[in-house]
């Protein structure tokens, strides 16, 4: 039982020291840690409780880490700036046509225009943001 409790102390302190690096690697080596001290609680046998340990670890680093990190850095998908306001809705402020025009979105008035020719979109017509060019808003008039 003492090699299970050597087993075990050494798992919980790789896994609070995993804290200060934040890296996932003392993680994973601390949950192979963990799965030694079972396999030592279950054995007794230190090769078999070594080769858990190595076989757990050397798995969860070629495994688990690499997709936990792709998880942590790839960030919520978030849209921030004007991509943001990509499929919003404004409402036109003044007549917008494809050559210039002011709609109110986000808040804010923004210089507009319309994304394809044919009738100038009134004022207190509602539409939808295509894309930002420059400081201007193309829209498009909703159906």
Known sequence: MTGALIW????????????L???????MVGAGALFG????????????DVAV?????????????PALKRRFLAGPGIKTNTDALIGARAVVVSTVDVEAGQVKLAGDVWSARAMTEGE???PGTSVTVVEISGATAVV????
């Open 8 to 19: 075990l102390i050494a798992g919980i302190l790789l896994i609070i020291a995993e804290l």
């Open 140 to 143: 498009s008039a909703e159906l």
């Open 120 to 122: 100038p979109i009134a």
């Open 21 to 27: 690096s934040g890296d996932l690697f003392l993680l």
């Open 53 to 65: 340990f190595a076989v757990t670890s050397v798995g969860m680093l070629a495994l688990v880490r």
């Open 37 to 48: 001290a079972g396999s030592a609680a279950l054995t007794g046998n230190p090769f078999i």
